[in-house]
């Protein structure tokens, strides 16, 4: 089911009864961007690291759209059915809370570009999404309110100095007075007159004669949506009924604003079983959109998120773990339906508790959250279902989300990109051994093989490029490690080598000494930074071939005019950057392989930047 | 007409042709948003203060329409004709070019919402918008391109350390390779076959075993759109006329993505007139987005504009300058148009010279960039015909844009919200009087109050307030200035009073010691820090109002409970802050006066932000 602002309050006590009832639930975000320049994850980032550049290089995009799927076991048919809703969000500020939340948010253009591909109505989410605003926001519009209402009811006269009215707006003043001079005579039940409904200089300089010339006749002022009012007989019991009234009809509109948070804030409550696929991005989305700012410091995320959502899935982590690593080619959402749906797998019927609101499997409305959500659940149920009848005698009458098989997968999320760790929510997160990476830094004409060539002693190695003249290396064979005794960096003057555990001691004394790291090129693209240096590069060795040559190190053999081209646009022999040789990279290798002919442009988005 | 990327090549010789025959040109952009936080214009700022706040505050925004009306004299008719074309633009990041330009633009909320309720359909935009790039994103793109091409020339074998295949791997490197051997075997007419269409690693494997084992048997591995192809019989002559026209295809992609550049470079290249309707936004955005990013100092940005646009005129300075600032109630563009139809001004006839292609004054499509850029270019008509009957004797026969009398308003821009100064763009500004402005620190609990009875020896004051405890006070009287020496702060610990040119020059020496400010609170919302303050100050008058009281200085009368209420939430009294009392401003009140029932929402918007 589609919600937008135009049905959201109709179905809002439907959606709240569903969550009451479901036993868990499936969620997912899309939204307009994932990463900002000059922030990128790397194979070997801690979890720590990982989250702040989260925190500080994708927060500020666009949270617009909400999938929730709401599962429910139907005893007598002995299946789940489900309930899907897709949300579409947008965080309206409204004139109540303008002051307070007119946003700023940010669009990659690849992603607005491959959304449109999708056909996402983009009309839809600026002119329909429901609005929603965090929790400091609703508490600073509600104290706004509650300061203005204060205010009202306890004003006495200013004696301030009076502003001379200037000559050329006399006449607006004075037709203003004759109007409250009329209205005074007047016999006619009307007990208000509106004077003026713009212009704050005018409203104050009629307020200032209005105020001095009738308030011996009863004539009281007032401003209510910005008009200025002249009321007669207004008695102070009346006056203040009148703003209380009008206070209440504001908080209902602060209210309205904080629109959708209200589910998700019920959905906390629920304590359920809640489940994403590759959740962290979302869950950090939904903290900070929805409940307040994302703290500066990992430990306190954890806790946050803990103890908002108490129980939390991320089928991306099972998709990475024992059974399922080694029987899945692929861990992308939208690529994975297939796969459940043949051996080892075995989808079980999932059914819609009301077919105005579910999908089906076919529907194939892949990136829409809804959809999605739902095909979380689907993975969810198989996953389970095939851990209950493999693994464990507990019999298909425990609910799937009370099996303790379930257990070692709760509250632990999936690290994109980074495959020897994850974020165990409740706990420390896996002690893993690094001692095969290490951090280098060499000149910036270096590519791949001269990284290789000084690595030579302990085999093959893969490169993940930090930027131009640093990268992590990581030995292809482990236990090569005490092998790196005889890479030799003592001919460079400008190559190092530290062991992983040495780069990471340095990086905290950085951080404990500077101040936060803010994200650089925030604006600019991708490969600027890296463009310059290039760009300086080539100058220098055509200028100063010889300068570049020393500075590149006598082993290096050649120093030929094509050394200076970018890796970047190295086309026939293919990157060897970010190519991470761990188990499920190589499945989804065979699995491409298997398929190249279905490789087009949506494919090569989703296997590249995709975050499902 | 409406120029999407699914007409813009076809129309593109058209419009080239349009150009080249009009006598002048009027445009239009529109944009996401319009400030970012923290970057707040005050009406004292300098032309070089409010060309950096631009700058720094404006840039990221998208430029998603251009409007463009071009206007040609029909000698026949004595009238003037037009053809206005309304471009949709998304700077849409390609193959080619995707590593240069995925940028990252912003939204404001607000504004985003006020062009919803103007109907704009974002899915054009966002779906069908013409590509545009810079020119230094153009150079990079085909820098990036030329190494490649030489690199793919002159590429030689590399003896690169062979990559063990890993075990898993196995079998899909050794179908690839009896794919080779089938191929050479084969009688078959065809010369290439694909290997792989994706995943670098596994090409770079099959590359690698692939060279190995048949570079004897004439095979030729090249990879094109990122699919790894074996050729057979392929001669040295034929792979590089192959490569060569690759390339060229390549090129002309790039091409494409510039895309809408184009028509404003051939629009600059005309050295024609051309007419903006509060223009410098739109100027910094044209040349930031299809020239090069704006330089850092203001007198570079006015020698760059010069360069590229040798002719402009902004019909909002216009508007503000003698003799129309008397005859006009508003600058605002969509309110001008009824204005501009009555006495005393005279809208001639304008055509269109192709039905297709134009609007009519009753077209009323508002905020439209094709429209917006009509309007702006009748206003032009409609002001050049009325200084030229009423102020000179230059007859119908001279063309508007070489009367003499316009030679007054070339080149100058308006700085909305700065009231006495202008932008020369090829001169020095205007050297402005501000000895009645005064720069005022003070305790944040003060509120206009204090300030006015601070100022009660020199009269009425206007307040712009910088933050809570910073102000631009101008004296209504700007004869008064003298008597400041009777303005005593002594009586305060924490007062201070700058002259403006003390201020002026502390802010000077504060930029040439330090290093460029960077704007903050770049996603909170607008007034956060300032919210964040009054928290504060509400804590401190209720829990410590002693000291509180002490702070606000001996001579505040009162310090009840309401001063402690934050200005922004004054609701009986109208905000005093932000009033510029000039002549034009009084005029709009005038103007407004006379027209409250028709204040609505869209109104409210127009007045306060727009920048039109």
Known sequence: MEVTRENFKTLLPTIKADIDEAEFFAIDGEFTGLTINGIAITPFDTPAEYYKKLKDGAMDFLFFQFGLAAFKFDEAAKKYNHKAYNFYLFPRPDLRTKKVADSRFLCQTSCIDFLAEYLLDFNKVFKQGISYLNSPDEKKALDLLEERKENMLN??????DEI?????????????????????KSEAEEK?????????????????????????????????????????????EQKEKDILEKFEAEKKEIQDVVGFTLVIRQLAQSGKLIIGHNFLIDLCHILNQFFSPLPEEYNEFKSMLHDIFPRL???????????????????????????????????????????????????????????????TGLLFITFAHYLGTKFTKESDDVPLTKMNVLNRFINRLHLMKVNDTYIDICGNDPDVSRDHVFYVTFPSIWRFKQIADLFRPVGNIVVSWIDETSAWVALSKPDMAPDMVYVDTSEYD???????EQRRRTMRRYQSTSSSATPQLLFSPDTSSALKKRKREVQSTAACSNIAATAAGRRRSRSSGRESFSRRSFETIPEEAEEVDSPIRKKRLIDDCEKTSKCDKKMEFDENDAWD
Do not use: W
């Open 192 to 236: 208000e007159i509106i004077l003026l409904k713009n212009n704050s200089f005018l409203k104050k300089l009629v307020y200032q004669q209005v105020s001095k010339r009738f308030s011996e006749d009863g004539i009281e002022l007032i401003t209510i949506n910005k008009a200025l009012i002249a009321r007669k007989n207004y008695s102070k």
């Open 494 to 500: 400008d190559v190092t080598i530290l062991s992983y």
């Open 313 to 375: 899935l991320d089928t991306k982590y099972m998709c990475h773990s024992e059974p399922f690593t080694n029987l899945l080619p692929t861990s992308t959402l939208a690529q994975l339906l297939p796969v459940i749906c043949k051996s080892p797998f075995k989808l079980p019927e999932v059914g819609c508790i009301d077919k105005d609101y579910g999908y089906s499997t076919s529907s194939n409305k892949n990136h829409e959250a809804g959809f999605d959500a739902y095909i």
């Open 164 to 184: 001379t009215v200037p000559s050329d707006l006399e006449l607006c003043v004075e037709n203003a007075c004759s109007q409250v001079e009329d209205f005074i």
């Open 155 to 160: 004003s006495e006269k200013e004696t301030e």
